[in-house]
Each structure stands twice: as C-alpha cells, then as structure tokens.
T-cell receptor
Framework: EAGVVQSPRYKIIEKKQPVAFWCNPISGHNTLYWYLQNLGQGPELLIRYENEEAVDDSQLPKDRFSAERLKGVDSTLKIQPAELGDSAVYLC????????????FGPGTRLTVL | GNSVTQMEGPVTLSEEAFLTINCTYTATGYPSLFWYVQYPGEGLQLLLKATKADDKGSNKGFEATYRKETTSFHLEKGSVQVSDSAVYFCALQTGANNLFFGTGTRLTVIP
C-alpha cells in the first residue's frame, strides 16, 4: 500500500513569491492534516480536513495561507506571499476515521525562503 | 490546554546502552499518548501508543507506560542499536483527533 505522497520534497523561493505544496493521502483515508514543523521543533497542526470540509483551521494564518481539498482526496497548501519566517518543513498526514486512529505522515516538503 | 514536555537532547549513547527519554504532558480530559520516530530523510512513523492509564505500549524493543498520576509517558529501551539513531517525538491526542507534539529528542547511537 502506498503511503502519503507529498511534492515537491524541497522548494527554494525568494520572499514575496507564492508557493504551493501538494499531498495525496493514503487511499480511503477521509481525514487529512497539514502540519508545520520548524527546525528543532515538533509538528504543529495547521489545518484538518474531514473529507472536503476544513473542520479545524484555527491555526492557519489566513492572511497568507490557504488550503483546499477538492473531492475529498488530494490537498494543496498555498502560501502567498511567502516570508522568510515560513522556512520550515510542511508535513501532510492522513487517517482512516476521526478520533483515535493512527495518523500516517508523508515525508514532508522542506521550504527555504531567501 | 494541551502540551507535551520532552527531555531535551541531543542524546548520545553507546551501542547496547539503556535508553530513557522523558515525556510529561498536560491535557484536558483523557488523552491518548504516542511516541513517533523520524529517521533521517523519512517521515514521522508511529513507534508505540497507549490509550488509557496504566497501558504499556511496546514495539521494536521500545516501551512506554501511561502514568496518569505523574502525567508521564517515558520511552525506554534496554539495549539500543546504531539503527535506533533518529529523532523521537512524544505526542498526545485529544478526542478531536488533533496531535500535540513535544519538541523532539535526537538520539545518536555510536558503535
């Protein structure tokens, strides 16, 4: 069974440029998560989807970040415009059902903003 | 609120040494507790979990016991190997399914 797929694995951009990250969850997983992992820190939740609905986006900086999950499968996280402080690893995870089931993580996208 | 406090690293051990990584938590309600591991260049993987007080999670020689009285979930392994070198994250999960992670502890095992 394929795991959570993320692309790109690495991205280098200049500040004020837009950037997008893509995630394909494990087949059949209806819950999808985006996490932000700063260097030397643990992941922090940005947004959680159940199917196509964003059920928790309280930690998403909505002035520059946006996300979508069309058709309840793949998801895209966008930053526009990027700032130096956005340099981090962006992790996607998925789980089978809400409440207590294991979250499976992708390898992450490492973003560097110059 | 929910938070996890982990032993700061890095930790360097010789092969076959005993490992303990401390983890304490603060949570509303009755969380589930997890240890995740991140090997170099790979994504986070679930190592073990415990869903209620006094449960012991175990996997690959690692163990952790959910201690409600001390709000702790310390990770232990009796004899570490070079292949155990990784970053270890303690985490808790509330009923809303959101995970709250500690800052991670980097373990390096030398031959």
């Amino acid at each position: 069974e394929a795991g959570v797929v993320q692309s790109p694995r690495y991205k280098i951009i200049e500040k004020k440029q837009p950037v997008a990250f893509w995630c394909n969850p494990i087949s059949g997983h209806n819950t999808l998560y985006w996490y932000l992992q700063n260097l030397g820190q643990g992941p922090e939740l940005l947004i959680r989807y159940e199917n196509e609905e964003a059920v928790d986006d309280s930690q998403l900086p909505k002035d520059r970040f946006s996300a979508e999950r069309l058709k309840g499968v793949d998801s895209t996280l966008k930053i526009q415009p990027a700032e130096l402080g956005d340099s981090a690893v962006y992790l996607c995870a998925s789980s089978l059902v809400r409440g207590g089931n294991e979250q499976f993580f992708g390898p992450g996208t490492r973003l560097t903003v110059l | 609120g929910n938070s996890v406090t982990q032993m700061e690293g890095p930790v360097t051990l010789s092969e076959e040494a005993f490992l303990t990584i401390n983890c304490t938590y603060t949570a509303t309600g009755y969380p589930s507790l997890f240890w995740y591991v991140q090997y170099p260049g790979e994504g986070l993987q679930l190592l073990l979990k415990a869903t209620k007080a006094d449960d012991k999670g175990s996997n690959k020689g690692f163990e952790a016991t959910y201690r409600k009285e001390t709000t702790s979930f310390h990770l232990e392994k009796g004899s570490v190997q070079v292949s155990d070198s990784a970053v270890y994250f303690c985490a808790l999960q509330t009923g809303a399914n959101n995970l709250f992670f500690g800052t991670g502890t980097r373990l390096t095992v030398i031959p």
